[in-house]
């Protein structure tokens, strides 16, 4: 059974940095792209930032590219989310996801995902 758990998630101040982590299990995890997904209540979840199973090639959405840094460790089976100069607006409940390629989750947003976490909130505050 796969399981992808979120942690890192927490409150912190515009300008501030966090570290988001997602523990994954019961997949060949190097053969998976790994992402991370936001959503705010009442808003689609849309595709934030990808990389691909060997952690070549990455993938930003507009919103977090400068700011956001994602990683893989794929001895430990884990991917990380380096957020700094956060802003409210990047407020959300933040999702780990597995899936085929990073490129399906640049181009197809959760309809490339295979594998979803259950979230960690992320509240920015002014």
């Known amino acids: 059974q796969v399981q992808l758990v979120e942690s890192g998630g927490g409150l912190v101040q515009a300008g501030g940095s966090l570290r988001l982590s997602c523990a994954a299990s019961?997949?060949?995890?190097?053969?998976?792209?790994m992402g991370w997904f936001r959503q705010v209540p009442g808003k689609e979840r849309e595709s934030g930032a990808a990389?691909?199973?060997?952690?070549?090639?990455?993938y930003y959405a507009d919103s977090m590219k400068g700011r956001f840094t994602i990683s893989r460790d794929n001895a430990n089976n884990a991917v990380y989310l380096q957020m700094n100069s956060l802003k409210p607006e990047d407020t959300a409940i933040y999702y780990c996801?597995?899936?085929?390629?990073?490129?399906?989750?640049?181009?197809?947003?959760?309809?490339?995902?295979?594998?979803w976490g259950k979230g960690t909130l992320v509240t920015v505050s002014s």
């Open positions: 019961g997949l060949t995890f190097s053969n998976y792209a």
């Open positions: 996801a597995a899936g085929p390629s990073a490129i399906r989750f640049r181009n197809e947003g959760t309809g490339g995902v295979d594998y």
């Open positions: 990389i691909s199973g060997a952690g070549t090639i990455r």
